[in-house]
């Protein structure tokens, strides 16, 4: 992960973002980004300084456009939009989605287009490097002119008004438990952490309130993590799978390269290549080789390369999104070769169409990896290992309860895998007649992968204590160092006890990459 990021308005990556919002690493900014939007900020002055009514410049905003205001306004006009906007509800974002959305904003002011003066993505840099946090309600935007209510939060605090929290009170990794995040009693007034940083809030001029606000960064910002995540519980979720399917005395034969050669997705070929390295140089598969009267094991198993696959592509979908929106103009209006041009690049549709799919797809992933914990703790199901994989079956019951955790998690995602993105509802006065609810979609794709991440720990758990049942056989050598990882954090089960906290400390681990 890199430990420093230089922002040029054209380069940020979604590894970027992650470094900057999970580890802490330093963001400066290119020069030459500085020069280009400096020569781009004369054209807004130029505009501001005209008797020509200028939408954001010189008008009112939204619904109001057709007010204009007069020049010795053009200071309040922006500071009003940001005090009138900075409205959102509910519990802050989570640090490094605040995190995300500062740097994502930042490099979106570096793109000449905004218009922009170069002192203010400076100011949010300033405050990104000192680790002053703007407190962001997770509440308020339909994503339609971008993010408005929680990117006014973050400019509320760019100008020295609001709250933020200093030195990373609650700059934890997003595997952190609810105690982490902090509480009231952590909060400054952004006056007084922006003097003590000695950074000089800014006082916005002419199009720079609406620069900030306009804009799909809050969206963005959960878009990259969730790509980040999603990728990481794919490759972890393939372990799980070898796993299983070595308990279960499975076959590897349904990932023969030919096969998927034959039906090319990209996806597909990459999973079905991950499972035959995962189950290279199995003893147990050996030992059941010849005699087993099976032909084919079941789709939950067989099929892993097709719906995971699938899974793969459309995470790189969602990964593909994210790669524009991170180096996108989405303010309104845009500075073009000396002109400003009004249109609708803050429409955070393709946010939340990706936000949508990749739900879906992690409702697909918990879903199959459910039916394969089923499998481990069904005796009519599992090939001999004992009924819940207990070690006194009817006194005591096992991993029975897991999988009916796992159950409950499965329905919640498929009941959060309706779209968000065709739920419009006009706002302003019906000048936003259709939305795309992003930040709704956004928050469904978080919890649906919470509710992912759990149910692939549960798995994990169970298919441990099956592959030890068939000791002293061994599975695949990459299968065993997989093994060896989880026993270091969950012993076997030899009687029934409370499994919470052993599901948590898998969960923790697969969310902080060490069960890849």
């Not at 954001?56 to 006009?77: C, R, Y």
């Not at 509440?139 to 605090?157: F, K, N, R, T």
């Not at 916005?204 to 963005?220: C, D, F, P, R, V």
Request: glycine share 6%.
């Amino acid at each position: 992960m890199p430990k420093e990021i230089v922002l040029d308005g054209e380069s940020l990556t979604v590894e970027h973002v992650v470094a900057v919002a999970r580890h802490s690493a330093t963001v400066s900014i290119r020069q030459e980004a500085l020069g280009r939007v400096a020569e781009a900020r004369k054209v807004v002055e130029t505009a501001a300084a005209s008797d020509r009514a200028v939408y954001g410049i010189n008008t009112g905003f939204g619904k109001l456009a057709s007010v204009k205001i007069g020049s010795e306004q053009l200071h309040a006009l922006q500071r009003n939009l940001i005090l009138s906007h900075a409205s959102g509800l509910g519990d802050p974002l989570p640090l490094d989605v605040v995190r995300a959305m500062m740097v994502i904003k930042a490099n979106s002011l570096l793109m000449p287009a905004s218009g922009a003066r170069p002192l203010v993505a400076e100011a949010l840099v300033a405050m990104l490097n000192n680790r002053i946090h703007p407190v962001v309600p997770e509440q308020g935007s339909v994503g339609a002119s971008g993010d408005l209510a929680p990117l006014a939060h973050i400019a509320l605090a760019l100008m020295g008004e609001g709250e933020v929290e200093v030195a990373g009170s609650r700059l934890t990794t997003h595997d952190s438990p609810p105690a982490a995040r902090g509480s009231l009693a952590d909060r400054v007034p952004a006056a007084e952490a922006l003097a003590q940083a000695g950074i000089t809030p800014v006082v916005y001029e002419a199009k720079e309130g609406l620069s900030l606000i306009n804009g799909t960064q809050a969206q963005t910002a959960m878009l990259s993590l969730a790509v980040h995540d999603a990728r990481v519980l794919w490759r972890t979720t393939h372990g799980a799978a070898a796993m299983t399917l070595e308990a279960l005395k499975g076959t590897p034969d349904a990932f023969d390269a030919r096969l998927h050669n034959a039906r090319p997705h990209a996806g597909q070929v990459k999973s079905a290549s991950l499972m035959r390295k995962l189950l290279e140089g199995s003893e147990i598969r050996e030992s059941h080789r010849t005699g087993d009267p099976r032909v084919q094991d079941a789709y939950s198993v067989r099929c892993t390369p097709q719906i995971m696959g699938a899974v793969s592509d459309t995470i790189e979908y969602a990964a593909s999104v994210a790669d524009v929106e991170l180096n996108a103009a989405t303010d309104n209006p845009l500075v073009f070769d000396g002109d400003l041009v009004s249109g609708g690049n803050f429409h955070g549709q393709p946010v939340a169409m990706a936000l949508d799919y990749l739900t879906i797809a992690l409702t697909s992933l918990a879903g199959m990896a459910e039916r394969r914990i089923e499998r481990l703790v069904n005796p009519d199901l599992s090939q001999g290992l004992p009924a819940f994989l207990s070690p006194n079956p009817g006194l005591e019951s096992g991993f029975m309860m897991v999988q009916i955790v796992a159950a409950s998690l499965v329905g919640e995602c498929r009941a959060l895998s309706t779209p968000a993105s065709v739920q419009s509802v006009p706002t302003d006065a019906n000048q936003e007649d259709i939305v795309p609810m992003s930040m709704a979609a956004a928050f469904k794709t978080r919890r649906v992968y919470e509710n992912a991440v759990r149910i692939v720990a549960c798995e994990l758990m169970c298919a441990a204590q099956g592959l030890e049942h068939h000791r002293p056989l061994r599975s695949a050598p990459a299968v065993e160092e997989l093994l060896a990882t989880v026993r270091q954090h969950v012993e076997p089960l030899t009687h029934d006890r409370p499994l919470t906290a052993d599901i948590e400390r898998l969960t923790t681990l697969v969310k902080g990459e060490a069960l890849i």
